[in-house]
Nanobody, 113 residues
């Protein structure tokens, strides 16, 4: 059974940085693409960034150049480094296996002065 534990959210001022981490268990981690998603109030959940087992990455246009996704296959973790945060980045952020439809609780990120 897949388990995903997200951490690292919080309140940050515009222009600030946060680092989200996701610990994964229950799957052959290195074989799966992983993604960070977010859902803002009143909006649909969207894919923010994804990374293949081999380290290939993709980003939503809205976060390109500001966010960096990475993974450690030995430690079974996925990290989202978020820099130059904007108020519109405020959302609940979720880590998941790409294509999987069951979701955890996520971690709240609030960007506000």
């Amino acid at each position: 059974q897949v388990q995903l534990v997200e951490s690292g959210g919080g309140l940050v001022q515009p222009g600030g940085s946060l680092r989200l981490s996701c610990a994964v268990s229950g799957i052959a981690f290195s074989l799966y693409s992983m993604g960070w998603y977010r859902q803002a109030p009143g909006k649909q959940r969207e894919l923010v960034a994804s990374i293949t087992g081999g380290g290939g990455t993709n980003y939503a246009d809205s976060v390109k150049g500001r966010f960096t996704i990475s993974r450690d296959n030995a430690k079974k973790t996925v990290v989202l480094q978020m820099n130059s945060l904007k108020p519109e980045d405020t959302a609940v952020y979720y880590c998941n296996v790409v294509g999987r439809t069951a979701w955890g609780q996520g971690t709240q990120v609030t960007v506000s002065s």
